[in-house]
């Protein structure tokens, strides 16, 4: 005849106690998206124009520039930018400008344009959470 | 013979005992929900069009043997270590074999495609994560074209430094 041992039933309800416990952090905070990468949201290197948008219309007019176009083609149609983003050398020899405008439809997506001194390279859409 | 937890014995199941089993089924199958979560949505190939039209490039094979790098490609030996995002960005998989293209939203124009690494890292990755190893990993910078397609360039030594060196 077996006996309960009141220790060893102690621990087994210790670990069912700390398997839920794991089992609702698990459930409250999935930890892979907690090192998931993060969108950009403030690389800024320096704010210009705090108060520039780009409207829907000029959105427009820039996307039928092409690349590689003059830089002054893209300035003709939009404002000063809302922010700069640091320089980066993709090229060699060769420093690209970054500018940074939201879109004054969707605040929280930012419209990048990328030049090469007196050349504009291309877009993109930086989505924000 | 050991004296074993109560539990265990199905001769003496209590209503304790049920209870607690139930509880620790219901434990292990909300930890196993909670770590086992759906895969993330396969990431669709990254067709890349290189403006330079070379016979001989990635993707391509002579005699039987495939071509892992072409002109314009860095060959960079790797030995095993790793190479790492430049910036935050996106990595999907290249339409040529073993490669890779990597892409940053807040650097236009520009994609990187990287041959060689073994178990590339895919999907949305921060600056300075791991993207993968590899013994030579083929490096090319494409710059966009008006047409559309990709001119490959000479890359920076500072853009392959950053993604050679540890954050």
């Known amino acids: 005849m077996s006996r309960r041992n009141p220790r060893k039933s102690s621990s087994f309800q210790y670990f069912l106690a700390g ?25 800024c290197q320096d ?40 320089p980066v050398e993709i090229r060699q020899g060769v420093v690209a400008e970054r500018e940074v405008y939201p879109l004054a439809f969707d605040p929280h997506t930012w419209f990048v344009l990328l030049y090469e001194g007196e050349e504009y390279a291309g877009y993109s859409f930086v989505f924000q959470k | 013979m050991p004296d074993t937890p109560s539990c265990f014995k199905s001769s003496q199941h209590s209503s304790q005992c049920l209870r607690l089993q139930r509880f620790g089924m219901l434990a292990i199958a909300l930890l ?15 067709r890349v ?16 043997h495939p071509i892992v790098a072409g002109l314009g490609d860095v060959s960079i030996r790797l030995r095993g270590n790793t190479l790492y ?16 293209v990597f892409s940053s939203p807040t650097v236009p124009a520009y994609l990187l ?13 921060k600056q300075g994560d791991r993207l993968g190893t590899g013994h030579t990993v083929h490096f090319a910078t494409l ?8 001119a490959i360039v000479e890359p920076s030594l500072n853009l392959i430094e950053t993604a050679l060196t540890p954050p």
């Not at chain 1, 416990?21 to 698990?26: Q, S």
């Not at chain 1, 409207?55 to 893209?74: F, G």
Request: hydrophobic share 35%; charged share 20%.
């Open chain 2, 113 to 125: 495609r990287l041959c060689g690494l073994s178990r590339p890292r895919l999907g949305i990755v």
């Open chain 1, 47 to 86: 704010v210009v124009q705090p108060q520039s948008v780009l409207s829907r219309d000029e959105l427009s007019q820039v996307l039928a520039v092409p690349e590689r176009d003059a830089k002054a083609t893209i300035q003709a149609i939009v404002s000063d930018p809302y922010c700069r983003l640091a």
């Open chain 1, 19 to 43: 398997g839920s416990l794991l089992a609702l952090v698990g459930l409250l905070a999935d930890v892979r998206t907690s090192f998931e990468a993060r969108p950009v949201s403030n690389v």
């Open chain 2, 32 to 46: 196993t929900s909670a770590s086992c979560h759906p895969s993330p949505p396969s990431i669709e190939t990254r």
């Open chain 2, 85 to 100: 995002a430049p910036f935050d960005g996106k990595v999907e998989p290249a339409d040529v074999e073993d490669c890779v």
């Open chain 2, 49 to 64: 069009h290189v403006q330079q039209g070379w016979e001989l490039q990635p993707g391509h094979s002579i005699a039987g």
């Open chain 2, 143 to 150: 710059r966009k074209q008006p047409d559309g397609t990709w």
